[in-house]
């Protein structure tokens, strides 16, 4: 049965609030089991909370040394990069001056190295890996570079793993400290964690958004009902995974339209040439789609979305974003995202300030619903003939009226 639109709105904002109540309760029911040994009772409702966010240093009075460890150049890992750190300083645990615009990560992270000031943690310069650009074959090296470091020189004490490939690999290599992965997909999917509610490993944490895509293109859906939808995607086991593929067809099947694929290659090859890639997919699909999902794909950045935009927009095709309302802004139709991205730096920030505090990564809950954000650009959808519902506009809490 098809559900209407402000019962779908509805649910979504339920869902935020109800992730932040399991966050809390997974993270004081761990903890309560692993200090008793068996099941606890449930605690009284004042207890205090188990995990503290409160900066500290190592139990020998040194600071905490973090490594960074990306799977390529992706504008997504600076970015998320950038917010985590605003995070830890929210929290307290350093003072960086403003970050420059337009680094890479491993500039964000020298500057970060060379400029954060803290008496509890530092980020070691020298630990820092990237397997080239989203480069398969150096990835073996890279990993036994890592893993050596770990366990020979053991100085490390965290490290922060952003992208599918670097999650996979530090998990593939059982984490041997604690590991935060972030800026993924879909952890789960690509077999970083064993499950949304357990990583599978003590040393293991990632972010894991249930449903996230389905969501996405179920609302879509219910306000675009479209026949033919256009999904440009490198097929690969990390492509399919970056882009969803299999919510795509999950909810294909069960609202009865139908994927229009387009192979884009962009894992090992230069970034101008994914770009190229994805772009004359999305030209090749246009005329034969009556929606599009764009998805997160690395030929698809922030001084390309603009074309992406404009291809669709000439062929009056709607499009809805996975990323979020920043490519909204340069022109796609629709989003469902969090409008503050400060949101996902505050969660990876106190999740490495409650492991400093004593937290297994394992214990503390990975799972993450997006505040219900709508994101509607109104120039493109009087360029391509959208009349949007009533519901979207009174739902959208972004309206753009231009690119």
């Not at 603009?306 to 490519?327: H, K, W």
Request: glycine residues 6%; aromatic residues 8%; proline residues 7%.
């Amino acid at each position: 049965m098809k559900t209407s639109l402000p019962t779908l709105l509805l649910s979504l904002a339920l869902l935020a609030p109800a992730a932040c109540l399991a966050q809390a309760a997974a993270s004081g029911a761990s903890a309560a089991g692993a200090t008793a040994g068996t099941p606890a009772a449930a605690p009284p409702a004042a207890a205090p909370q188990v995990f503290p966010t409160k900066p500290v240093a190592r139990p020998d009075g040194k600071k905490w040394r973090i490594g960074y460890f990306e799977s390529g150049d992706y504008s997504e890992y600076p970015r998320t990069l950038r917010v985590t750190v605003d995070g830890l300083q929210k929290l307290g645990w350093i003072t960086v001056p403003t970050i420059p615009d337009g680094l890479s990560g491993k500039q964000m992270w020298e500057f970060l190295a060379d400029n954060a000031r803290s008496d509890t943690l530092e980020f070691v310069r020298d630990a820092w890996w990237q397997p080239g650009n989203f480069d398969a074959a150096q990835r073996p090296a890279v990993r036994e570079s890592i893993k050596q470091r770990l366990e020979g020189k053991k100085d490390i004490d965290l490290i922060l793993a952003m992208g599918t490939w670097a999650g996979q690999d530090m998990a593939g290599m059982g984490a041997p400290v604690p590991t935060i992965v972030a800026s993924t997909s879909d952890a789960v999917g690509a077999r970083i964690t064993r499950s949304a509610q357990d990583s599978g490993l003590d040393n293991l944490h990632a972010r894991v958004q249930p449903e996230r895509y389905q969501r996405q293109v179920r609302l879509f859906h219910e306000i675009v009902p479209f026949k033919r939808l256009g999904l440009v995607y490198e097929d690969s086991p990390e492509g399919r995974t970056y882009s969803a593929v299999e919510a795509v067809e999950q909810v294909a099947r069960e609202q009865g339209f139908k994927v229009l694929t387009c192979n884009a290659p962009s894992n090992g090859i230069a970034p101008e040439v994914a770009t190229r890639n994805a772009l004359e997919c999305y030209a090749r699909l246009a005329p034969q789609i009556d929606a599009a999902y764009v998805t997160v794909h690395r030929g698809v950045t922030p001084a390309s979305v603009d074309t992406v935009a404009e291809i669709l927009r000439q062929a009056r095709v709607p499009s809805f974003s996975m990323l979020g309302s920043e490519e909204v802004k340069h022109g796609l139709l629709l989003s469902l995202a969090q409008a503050d991205y400060s949101y996902v730096g505050l969660f990876y920030a106190e999740t490495m300030a409650r492991i400093f505090n004593g937290a297994k990564p394992r214990e503390l809950s990975q799972v993450w619903i997006d505040p219900a954000k709508i994101a509607l650009n109104l120039q493109t959808a009087r360029v391509i003939g959208f009349d949007p519902p009533v519901d979207i506009l009174l739902a959208a809490d972004e309206v753009y009226e231009a690119k």
